[in-house]
């Protein structure tokens, strides 16, 4: 069974971390670029930051800019989402996508109607003191 599935999330303080996880299943995320979205209470849908594990390329949101960092666990099958210096304004539901033949920065910009070829169901971050 094809599928991705997001853990880590939490209710965490200010300034505080967490670190997602999106472990992928029945398929290898080798040729696949990796996102991570978040879409918060009546807002759209975000690319917060996107991986492309065969050159290493990285895009991210300005917002989370030097505060959150996407990883890789080639043996896991699994990508990371390192998450530091939380603020409030972090709060969403965050979840991972696949897709192939597209660039990170192409995947993390898409419109928020645009649909990928793999997502996971979630997970919820809370950043509240």
């Known amino acids: 069974q094809v599928q991705l599935v997001e853990s880590g999330g939490g209710l965490v303080q200010p300034g505080e971390s967490l670190r997602l996880s999106c472990a992928a299943s029945g398929f290898t995320l080798d040729n696949y670029v990796i996102g991570w979205f978040r879409q918060a209470p009546g807002k759209e849908r975000e690319g917060v930051s996107c991986l492309y594990p065969g050159y290493g390329s990285t895009y991210y949101t300005d917002s989370v800019k030097g505060r959150f960092t996407i990883s890789r666990d080639n043996a896991k099958n699994t990508v990371y989402l390192q998450m530091n210096s939380l603020k409030p304004e972090d709060t969403a539901v965050y979840y991972c996508?696949?897709?192939?033949?597209?660039?990170?920065?192409?995947?993390?910009?898409?419109?928020?109607?645009?649909?990928?070829?793999?997502w996971g169901r979630g997970t919820q971050v809370t950043v509240s003191s």
């Open positions: 996508a696949a897709d192939k033949f597209i660039t990170v920065q192409a995947m993390c910009t898409m419109p928020p109607t645009f649909n990928y070829d793999y």
